[in-house]
């Protein structure tokens, strides 16, 4: 058994060709993808934050609006980018979200990916510490972050308050009880997942991983995930950890489906640079007849080490499309690998 959920970027563009031509589109439209979703019986609606992009970017009014719509499903981030975030600030809006989803945040956070802009984070206020970069402030502000989760007083209260406060030293508030075992960290690197491990985070790895042995994609995340595995169990944690992997699956069962994916089955990893100084392998789609998809992601080891997949959506060709996607894939394909 598996837990299946869609991640959407959240696309937008004004084009005649796009079922999602703003950003009110973009956000409505995924609020009604997470109901169509939960209706079909899928496990999660993932959202990915970008910032100066025509995507998603700000996770928690959307992720309450999730909450406050549906009843079952997961909600949650794949990735939330740290460097543009204040963790206490942020802390209390993912108190918030999760108090109105009843619980059912899955926070997705990382160092992020390539930016739109030059060092974007710092048009937001925030700036790496002398002698440290970006991946170490985001790293930094988690940290932060994790242990405000654990809802621990730390603030000395004022002797003459506006309210009358609780004994002891104050937190962050709302606080909702259970979210810091739900929190996850989206890794790239075998070591960072192991760095995830040790603070006692869940693992998401996605299309994308540093390319650390030239194997193929899937080999070097299966190997990640073991590694990952392995550090969890050497920190000792009380709770089992769980591992996402993300795909881009589509089930050719309409001529629909034929027109935007057929043309896509032969697809293959892919090798580039993210910056200067960075080879990345990207992994290969898969879109096939539901037959031939069950026998190619029979030898994906990474998806048979996760506990948890996310395909991946194309939003802007609308809800009732996506939902198409995902239904395909949970009745036709699902079945047959022992995911349902």
């Known amino acids: 058994m598996k837990h299946i959920g869609f991640l959407s970027f959240g696309h937008w563009t004004p084009s005649p060709q796009s079922q999602t031509r703003s950003a009110a589109d973009a956000l409505l439209q995924s609020i009604e993808l997470a109901v169509a979703a939960e209706e079909l019986g899928a496990d999660g609606a993932y959202f990915r934050v970008h910032h100066f992009a025509r995507q998603l970017g700000s ?16 909600l949650g981030t794949a990735v939330i980018d740290m460097r543009y975030e204040n963790p206490l600030y942020m802390a209390e809006d993912a108190g918030a979200a999760d108090l109105i989803a009843g619980g059912r945040l899955q926070l997705g956070l990382s160092r992020g990916s390539p930016e739109q802009v030059i060092e974007g984070y710092r048009f937001f206020g925030y700036a790496p510490p002398e002698g440290t970069d970006d991946a170490a402030m985001a790293r930094q502000k988690t940290e932060v972050f994790l242990e405000v989760l654990k809802g621990v007083g730390f603030a000395e ?36 997942a192991e760095w ?58 309409d001529d629909r489906d034929r027109m935007y994916f057929g043309r896509n089955g032969d697809s293959r990893d892919q090798i ?5 100084n960075t080879r990345a392998i990207f992994g290969r789609s898969f879109a096939a007849e539901p037959d031939r998809l069950i026998d190619e992601l029979k030898g994906d080891e990474a998806i048979a080490e996760a506990d948890t997949l996310l395909l991946t959506v194309p939003n802007q060709l609308g809800v009732d499309y996506n939902a198409h996607v995902i239904e395909a894939i949970l009745t036709h394909v699902a079945p047959g690998l022992g995911w349902r």
């Open 59 to 74: 996770p928690f009014p959307l992720l309450a609006a999730c909450g406050a719509r549906t009843r079952r499903i997961e």
């Open 157 to 192: 209260p004022n002797p003459r308050p506006m309210f009358p406060n609780p004994p002891g030293l104050l937190r962050v508030e709302p606080h909702s009880e259970g979210l810091r075992e739900r929190i996850w960290w989206g890794s790239a690197t075998n070591a960072t």
């Open 196 to 253: 995830a491990a040790m603070l006692g985070m869940n693992l998401q790895s996605s299309t994308l991983k540093f390319d650390e042995t030239g194997e193929p994609f899937h080999i070097q995340q299966a190997k990640q995930i073991r590694a990952y595995r392995a550090a969890w169990k050497a920190a000792g944690h009380k709770w089992e950890p769980r591992v996402s992997v993300s795909r881009s699956i589509f089930a050719l069962v």
């Open 272 to 276: 580039g640079m993210i910056d200067e």
